[in-house]
């Protein structure tokens, strides 16, 4: 199947730096993607779909000017977390559907972000 | 989207088949029924779709009641393995790239007993 791959797969910051998390679609191309945080013990939350060549689309109450996002080619979009916060500690999570039309999501292994 | 309610939890032996429901009494007629899993500490991963007809794969069973309103996941021979959050996701049909994206509900953490 494809792979979805996520890098750095866990950081640690201090409280008011910023965090770039990048996923990549390893075998296939994705002119969206997805991403996700879920914090201890909760389900996932999307918190924005990123679209290659174009502005991200947030949920409502994700703020897009702490949550930048960067889809820069059709295998790689970027989450930057900025002036992180303790309270933005959570494990971050991008997906990827398959090929056109395909009914499948594709996720990556997950960046588990600490801020202290 | 229409919801979707699971146990929270559930137990297994080892090696015994495990059927994890799911209620979806609001499902519509062109909502198709997705199944992922996560294991610890790592990403979703899918495990089985379908619309109206049971479904197989090398992975798992999907049972689809009749009237749609409740599917069974179906794993034949539990392992140490299978230990997850198994969520079952309801999803319009495709309408562009836009409408992959899937609401989580809490899940049902699948524990297997050695």
């Known amino acids: 199947g494809a792979v979805v791959s996520q890098h750095p797969s866990r950081v640690i910051c201090k409280s008011g730096t910023s965090v770039k998390i990048e996923c990549r679609s390893l075998d296939f191309q994705a002119t969206t993607m997805f991403w996700y945080r879920q914090f201890p013990k909760q389900s996932l939350m999307l918190m924005a779909t990123?679209?290659?060549?174009?502005?991200?689309?947030?949920e409502q109450g994700v703020e897009k000017d702490k949550f930048l996002i960067n889809h820069a080619s059709l295998t790689l979009s970027t989450l930057t977390v900025t002036s992180a916060h303790p309270e933005d500690s959570s494990f971050y999570i991008c997906?990827?559907?398959?090929?056109?039309?395909?009914?499948?999501?594709?996720f990556g292994p997950g960046t588990r972000l600490t801020v202290l | 989207d229409a919801k979707t309610t699971q146990p929270n939890s559930m137990e297994s032996n080892e090696e015994e088949p495990v059927h994890l429901p799911c209620n979806h009494s609001?499902?519509?007629?062109?909502?198709?029924i997705h199944w992922y899993r996560q294991l610890p500490s790592q990403g979703p991963e899918y495990v089985i779709h379908g619309l109206t007809s049971n479904v197989n794969n090398r992975m798992a069973s999907l049972a689809i009641a009749e009237d749609r309103k409740s599917s069974t996941l179906i794993l034949h021979r539990a392992t140490l393995r299978d230990a997850a959050v198994y969520y079952c996701?309801?999803?319009?049909?495709?309408?562009?790239?836009?409408?992959?994206?899937?609401?989580f509900g809490k899940g049902t953490k699948l524990s297997v007993i050695p």
């Open positions: 609001t499902i519509s007629g062109t909502d198709y």
């Open positions: 990123s679209n290659e060549g174009s502005k991200a689309t947030y």
């Open positions: 997906s990827a559907p398959g090929t056109s039309g395909s009914d499948t999501q594709y």
């Open positions: 996701i309801l999803r319009g049909a495709y309408s562009g790239a836009g409408s992959y994206q899937l609401t």
